[in-house]
């Protein structure tokens, strides 16, 4: 299903991009909109690399059980690495505003943004340790 699911948005959102998005080359790339967006999109990128790195290393070699991530946008949040992915998405939207990129971000949202909070709950509930004041999905708020 994955599979399908990337095949199908590739299409669509590559689809849109080459044969319907309206072109003006002169003022895409210096507007603030494009700025934001590209920022938004990489730095989502960048936190969703590094989380899935550390989530990768939770464990050493050997070591068994599971271990509270730490560090990076994990200070701050149960799921970083979901909320990389929803930043990224969200960042392209703004980056490339179209309807197929709006229900990408919309649908990555609605699709891991419960699953951080699931994440969420259950770290709670296995670490008496863990820390109070991270959040689930969005720093600082949820």
Known sequence: MAFLFCIVNGYLQGGYLLFHAPRDDNKCVTSPQFIVGLIMFFTGMVINIHSDHVLRNLRKPGETGYQIPRGGMFNYVSGANFFGEILEWWGFFVLCPSLPSLAFAVFTTCNIGP????????????????PKNRKAVIPFML
């Not at 699953?115 to 008496?128: C, G, P, T, V």
């Open 115 to 130: 699953r951080a909070l699931q994440h969420h709950r259950w770290y709670i509930q296995k670490f008496d340790d863990y």
